[in-house]
């Protein structure tokens, strides 16, 4: 049998469950009140997508921008590094994340969000909605400490599944698939991780992801508003 | 030399090393158990004690205060029943710097046998990650450096030669584990002088008793066997059942304590590296390394027992 056949996804996992669950604990306390601003920025988001503004298609990737820039080295290169050597490799990649929302975004103004009646628009505001306001309570709902909540732009698989939904809700476009490949491939590891831990939420990253792909890949019809090819 | 019968000077160093470590413990004092046994390192002749300490995702708990003060704990434990060898390497996360903490609360025991692996693709950037590893640890030096998981060994192979040369570490291992690359682990030991080998090996992974164990005291090399419980799988798998009515016989009241004595009741067997993160399971342990162990039939009779679950 070739040697990589033997490996199994327990072979990568180098920390408890309970090590795991506890650093949100201690990045949570390490980092208030952070997560008061980082609720109103979510908040913000939602606001102006349902009240746009001119500045809004800028600001938004900005502010996401800002989310993955803060996670990848408060969370994952001062914190989860520290058990997971693997993260110095990851944290580089958010913040080439958060350079090519910001670029494309912010800088050359390719994203448009709109709410439209579709359903890759559809999808993108309940993967938004589902990361900024459901997904803090799922720590709870595990039987985990409150304190353990995992909120958008402070840990990654909020902030990465918020990405996708707003993502879709740009629409369609050039630049859709290189600002989604990223938030995909984490969720993935996130839901590998959480599986090998025999966590049952390991399904919600991949729900995520395999609903954002779904959104992606939906027939459009008509120019809506979104992404600017 | 079998280390089931050890020389009266071993005991004696052994005791006095508890003593010593009973005295330092921060720890409350507790009837202390009877030392556990030894092994002869076949290249020395040193006498360590035959159960270690493993730190694979048990010690990776990073900066957490509790959980670091938890892993001192069982270092505390582990020093105060006789233990004395611990494993770890710098794929293992923060599991070098938990280790190094806990040495600097604790302070260092005496006799403590310190083993850590190179693992680096890179052979020019072995030596600085063994200067990294050691400054985690907070010793002066390593007594055992393994080329971990083969990975480039031949580079890291004469790094650490050159290091045993200059005395900056005293022994020279490589590991594997889950029976993987065993073919070149066995070329390696063919043509290497090798200290130690590190494999997998317990009562249901027991694919090194026909080539690697053998030629381990063929060639004079000690045997560290590392996941002796399946990362706690085997344990769990067995917790359920009933231990045989024969295990009193060699000394056993847990499942840890027979897959323990099957496994250094090998005569290849140097140490036996379990990890744990609770304290009782630490002193259960090194308990499993003091009182009779199986012979022969009784080897093959746990076997049987075990299979037929």
């Given at each position: 049998m070739p040697e990589w056949r033997t490996y199994t996804l327990e072979d990568f996992l180098l920390f408890s469950p309970r090590v795991y669950w506890r650093m949100f604990e201690l990045h949570n306390?390490?980092?208030w009140p952070l997560q008061i601003p980082a609720l109103l920025l979510g908040a913000a988001i939602l606001v102006r997508l349902v009240r746009p503004r001119s500045w809004s298609d800028r600001v938004i990737p900005a502010i996401l921008a800002a989310a993955w820039l803060w996670v990848a080295w408060s969370f994952l290169w001062n914190r989860y590094a520290t058990i997971n050597w693997a993260m110095r490799y990851v944290a580089p990649v958010f913040a080439a994340e958060a350079l090519l929302l910001l670029w494309l975004g912010s800088l050359r103004g390719r994203l448009r969000f709109a709410l439209a009646p579709t359903a890759p628009s559809a999808i993108g505001l309940?993967?938004?909605?589902?990361?900024?306001?459901?997904?803090?309570?799922?720590?709870g709902l595990a039987?985990?400490?409150i304190r353990a909540t995992e909120l958008f732009?402070?840990?990654?698989?909020?902030?990465?599944?918020?990405t996708l939904g707003l993502v879709l809700l740009a629409g369609s476009g050039a630049v859709a698939w290189p600002l989604l490949v990223l938030p995909l491939v984490w969720c993935v590891l996130s839901w590998a991780t959480l599986h090998t831990m025999g966590a049952p939420e390991g399904w919600i990253p991949l729900a995520a992801a395999g609903l954002a792909v779904a959104g992606r890949l939906?027939?459009?019809?008509?120019?809506?508003?979104?992404l600017l090819p | 030399m079998s280390s089931r019968h050890p020389k009266r000077r071993a005991v004696l160093a052994a005791g006095a090393a508890l003593a010593m470590?009973?005295?330092?413990?921060?720890?409350?004092?507790?009837?202390?158990?009877a030392a556990p046994a030894t092994r002869r390192i076949p290249s020395s002749g040193e006498a360590i004690p035959a159960v270690g300490l493993g730190t694979w995702i048990t010690f990776n708990v990073g900066d957490d205060p509790v959980l670091r003060d938890e892993c001192a704990a069982v270092l505390a434990a582990f020093f105060?029943?006789?233990g004395r060898v611990i494993d770890s390497s710098p794929m293992y996360g923060s599991s070098q710097a938990v280790i190094g903490y806990g040495l600097a609360k604790l302070g260092v025991p005496p006799g403590l046998f310190t083993a850590d692996k190179v693992w680096t693709s890179s052979g020019t950037a072995g030596p600085a990650q063994i200067e990294q590893s050691r400054r985690l640890w907070g010793i002066p030096r390593f007594d055992l450096l393994q080329v971990h998981n083969l990975l480039a060994w031949e580079e890291h192979l004469r790094t650490l030669f050159a290091m045993k040369e200059r005395e900056e570490v005293r022994y020279v291992g490589i590991t594997t584990s889950e029976g993987r690359?065993?073919?070149?682990?066995?070329t390696i030991m063919r043509t290497q002088p090798l200290d130690f080998v590190q494999v997998t090996y317990n009562i249901v992974d027991r694919e090194v008793e026909e080539r690697i164990l053998p030629l381990a005291m063929e060639r004079g090399m000690g045997v560290i066997v590392n996941r002796p419980f399946q990362q706690g799988a085997l344990t769990r798998r067995l917790e359920g059942e009933k231990l045989p009515p024969w295990s009193h016989e060699i000394g056993a009241v847990t499942w840890a304590q027979l897959i323990l004595k099957f496994i250094l009741s090998h005569p290849a067997v140097t140490v036996a590296i379990p990890a744990t993160t609770r304290v009782d399971h630490v002193r259960e342990n090194v308990a499993a390394a003091t009182g009779p162990l199986p012979d022969a039939a009784m080897r093959r009779r746990m076997v049987t027992y075990v299979q037929d679950l």
């Open positions: 306390a390490a980092v309940a993967l938004l909605a589902y990361a900024l306001v459901l997904h803090p309570l799922v720590a039987g985990r400490s732009a402070i840990t990654p698989d909020p902030t990465a599944i918020a939906w027939p459009r019809v008509g120019g809506q508003a979104g | 470590a009973a005295a330092t413990s921060p720890f409350p004092a507790r009837a202390q158990p105060a029943a006789g690359r065993h073919d070149l682990l066995e």
